[in-house]
């Protein structure tokens, strides 16, 4: 049954983030292997999107350790339970939540021992910045765990960068590069019992910045940002981008496309025409986001629900009016329209 429900909520996911996505693109995911423990771990910036763009297109069927807070909505831990998803605890969770923690660590460690995939953010914190942050210790209490309770297995960590052209925007595109796996095993002293953090962090650290656009924490930041989105960076590519970086020449202004206003015009049709779906979250739903960073992924789910919700009730309420050919007409069409919208606005 939960193999059913779990393929049931991947087949749904993945079809609304087509519906949602302008372009996804996986890069490299062939470098996930599928024959033994696998931890991936990925820059984190767009909130849950990032756990379920994977979870959506992954090979294989990978656990994720998730923020304990989003277990709180009922609908909410309904899905994320369906998608493999474990609550991890944090400081701001609450100090008597952590303890928590090692019983989420141990299931990990089981997980592992059973060639298993895992997926959590090493950053332990989300933010919309174009910067990979310093990595914190969750995932190397994670392997150490897990090479004290099997030290003869080999846990393979898999870079991975989720890259978005613009994260709070809708439409956007969006693009998961997976880099070269490592070992970790070399990391781990029988001796001592003990994981060498420093060197295994820092070559972490150092993998993720490759396949994701990393600007340094000593560039400016909000120069370099500004100028390679007036340049009309793919973001999408992290490796072109990030070698622009390296060189240190600040990009010229590409000149701007000219529109003619018919992308706002644009814009205005698709919410007059879906605007019993639109209308809520402008005015409702929109104004509950509780950071920037859930934007998105607080639209995506409404969309994923309020969508075809809709589009059955149009549905009913047409074929009060028309013959049936004719109502299924006019909502297929409207849908579309709508998938139109997203691939081409």
Same mark, same amino acid.
């Given at each position: 049954?939960?193999?059913?429900?779990?393929?049931?909520?991947?087949?749904?996911?993945?079809?609304?983030?087509?519906?949602?996505?302008?372009?996804?693109?996986?890069?490299?995911?062939?470098?996930?292997? +599928?024959?033994?423990?696998?931890?991936?771990?990925?820059?984190?910036?767009?909130?849950?999107?990032?756990?379920?763009?994977?979870?959506?297109?992954?090979?294989?069927?990978?656990?994720?350790?998730?923020?304990?807070?989003?277990?709180?909505?009922?609908?909410?831990?309904?899905?994320?339970?369906?998608?493999?998803?474990?609550?991890?605890?944090?400081?701001?969770?609450?100090?008597?939540?952590?303890?928590?923690?090692?019983?989420?660590?141990?299931?990990?460690?089981?997980?592992?021992?059973?060639?298993?995939?895992?997926?959590?953010?090493?950053?332990?914190?989300?933010?919309?910045?174009?910067?990979?942050?310093?990595?914190?210790?969750?995932?190397?209490?994670? +392997?150490?765990?897990?090479?004290?309770?099997?030290?003869?297995?080999?846990?393979?960590?898999?870079?991975?960068?989720?890259?978005?052209?613009?994260?709070?925007?809708?439409?956007?595109?969006?693009?998961?590069?997976?880099?070269?796996?490592?070992?970790?095993?070399?990391?781990?002293?029988?001796?001592?019992?003990?994981?060498?953090?420093?060197?295994?962090?820092?070559?972490?650290?150092?993998?993720?910045?490759?396949?994701?656009?990393?600007?340094?924490?000593?560039?400016?930041?909000?120069?370099?940002?500004?100028?390679?989105?007036?340049?009309?960076?793919?973001?999408?590519?992290?490796?072109?981008?990030?070698?622009?970086?390296?060189?240190?020449?600040?990009?010229?202004?590409?000149?701007?496309?000219?529109?003619?206003?018919?992308?706002?015009?644009?814009?205005?049709?698709?919410?007059?025409?879906?605007?019993?779906?639109?209308?809520?979250?402008?005015?409702?739903?929109?104004?509950?986001?509780?950071?920037?960073?859930?934007?998105?992924?607080?639209?995506?789910?409404?969309?994923?629900?309020?969508?075809?919700?809709?589009? +059955?009730?149009?549905?009913?309420?047409?074929?009060?009016?028309?013959?049936?050919?004719?109502?299924?007409?006019?909502?297929?069409?409207?849908? +579309?329209?709508?998938?139109?919208?997203?691939?081409?606005?």
């Amino acid at each position: 049954m939960r193999t059913i429900l779990y393929l049931a909520f991947k087949r749904f996911i993945r079809t609304g983030f087509h519906c949602y996505y302008k372009e996804i693109r996986m890069t490299h995911m062939e470098r996930v292997p +599928l024959d033994r423990p696998v931890m991936l771990l990925p820059n984190h910036q767009n909130a849950l999107m990032d756990p379920l763009l994977y979870a959506a297109f992954a090979r294989g069927k990978p656990y994720f350790l998730t923020r304990s807070d989003v277990f709180e909505n009922k609908m909410l831990k309904w899905i994320f339970q369906g998608m493999r998803m474990m609550p991890v605890y944090r400081l701001r969770d609450g100090r008597e939540t952590l303890s928590k923690n090692q019983a989420v660590f141990e299931r990990c460690a089981l997980l592992f021992s059973q060639g298993e995939q895992l997926l959590l953010f090493p950053e332990a914190n989300h933010n919309l910045k174009r910067q990979v942050r310093p990595l914190s210790k969750g995932f190397t209490r994670i +392997l150490s765990q897990s090479y004290e309770n099997n030290p003869d297995q080999e846990i393979t960590i898999v870079p991975v960068g989720m890259n978005y052209q613009n994260a709070a925007h809708f439409p956007d595109r969006v693009a998961l590069y997976f880099g070269a796996p490592f070992p970790t095993r070399r990391y781990w002293s029988e001796d001592t019992q003990e994981l060498d953090f420093g060197p295994l962090r820092d070559q972490t650290y150092q993998a993720i910045t490759e396949v994701t656009t990393h600007i340094p924490t000593n560039a400016d930041y909000e120069l370099w940002e500004q100028r390679l989105e007036e340049n009309h960076t793919d973001f999408l590519d992290p490796v072109p981008v990030n070698a622009l970086i390296a060189k240190g020449e600040l990009p010229n202004p590409g000149p701007f496309p000219s529109t003619l206003g018919l992308g706002k015009l644009w814009d205005v049709l698709f919410r007059v025409i879906n605007a019993p779906a639109w209308l809520p979250w402008r005015y409702s739903v929109s104004k509950k986001v509780p950071e920037p960073e859930f934007a998105s992924t607080f639209r995506f789910l409404y969309c994923l629900l309020a969508f075809p919700v809709f589009y +059955l009730l149009l549905t009913g309420l047409l074929l009060f009016f028309l013959p049936p050919g004719a109502a299924l007409s006019i909502v297929v069409l409207l849908f +579309l329209h709508n998938l139109a919208y997203v691939k081409f606005r």
